[in-house]
């Protein structure tokens, strides 16, 4: 019986030890464990894989259909583009409408842009990462209390799931790209579309 208690002793004393090593104070938060180059890395992976370019980057015709016109990736709505009338009859019946670019977009809330998200000031160059948290997971335009919401297209109500290391990859990511000067319109109210 002396034996029994004296190996479950060892081994209680062997598991508390692993705890304890498992949890010491040498843990690092997540997304610091990863060297910038990692974080910038994985960024673009997510960014590719959660359909950003789908809606932020202009598109040109290429042999297999519209393409990411990669000079302006991630650049948004071309504030070059003029804006066309939108018949509203076919919102009221249900549809949204989108530009041949996926950049714009009308629906019942009115017409929608999308963002500038590159490293340029006129994108999110000068934003705080709190700005770009705040912008994704809480749904904030510019990351800013008191701003408006994002508006749809943005499925903000997804990202706002991203872990940590997420949403530090995507902004260390979006922070290294290429800027492209590019200010996108402001939203237009429904009344305004016609």
Same mark, same amino acid.
């Given at each position: 019986?002396?034996?029994?208690?004296?190996? =479950?002793?060892?081994?209680?004393?062997?598991? !508390?030890?692993?705890?304890?090593?498992?949890?010491? *104070?040498?843990? @690092?938060?997540? *997304?610091?464990?990863?060297?910038?180059?990692?974080?910038?890395?994985?960024?673009?992976?997510?960014?590719?894989?959660? %359909? =950003?370019?789908? =809606?932020?980057?202009?598109?040109?015709? *290429?042999?297999?259909?519209?393409?990411?016109?990669?000079?302006?990736?991630?650049?948004?709505?071309?504030?070059?583009?003029?804006?066309?009338?939108?018949?509203?009859?076919? !919102?009221?019946? %249900?549809?949204?409408?989108? +530009?041949?670019?996926?950049?714009?977009?009308?629906?019942?809330?009115?017409?929608?842009?999308?963002?500038? !998200?590159?490293?340029?000031?006129?994108?999110?160059?000068?934003?705080?990462?709190?700005?770009?948290?705040?912008?994704?997971?809480?749904?904030?335009?510019? %990351?800013?209390? %008191? +701003?408006?919401?994002?508006?749809?297209?943005? #499925?903000?109500? +997804?990202?706002?799931?991203?872990?940590?290391?997420?949403?530090?990859?995507?902004?260390?990511?979006?922070?290294?790209? @290429? #800027?492209?000067?590019?200010?996108?319109?402001?939203?237009?109210?429904?009344?305004?579309?016609?």
């Amino acid at each position: 019986m002396k034996k029994i208690i004296g190996l =479950c002793s060892a081994v209680a004393i062997v598991a !508390i030890a692993i705890l304890v090593s498992c949890n010491s *104070g040498s843990s @690092k938060p997540a *997304g610091n464990e990863l060297s910038k180059d990692s974080l910038i890395k994985r960024g673009e992976y997510l960014v590719t894989i959660t %359909g =950003c370019d789908d =809606c932020h980057s202009p598109k040109k015709m *290429g042999p297999r259909g519209p393409e990411i016109d990669m000079e302006r990736r991630l650049s948004g709505y071309d504030m070059r583009d003029t804006f066309p009338s939108v018949d509203t009859n076919i !919102i009221k019946k %249900g549809w949204a409408l989108t +530009n041949m670019q996926l950049t714009g977009w009308a629906g019942p809330w009115g017409a929608s842009f999308t963002a500038n !998200i590159t490293s340029d000031e006129t994108g999110i160059g000068n934003w705080s990462y709190a700005q770009f948290k705040k912008a994704i997971t809480e749904g904030k335009w510019k %990351g800013m209390d %008191g +701003n408006r919401p994002l508006m749809p297209p943005m #499925p903000w109500q +997804n990202y706002k799931h991203f872990t940590e290391t997420y949403l530090q990859s995507i902004f260390a990511f979006l922070q290294s790209t @290429k #800027p492209v000067k590019n200010v996108e319109p402001a939203i237009k109210p429904f009344s305004d579309l016609n």
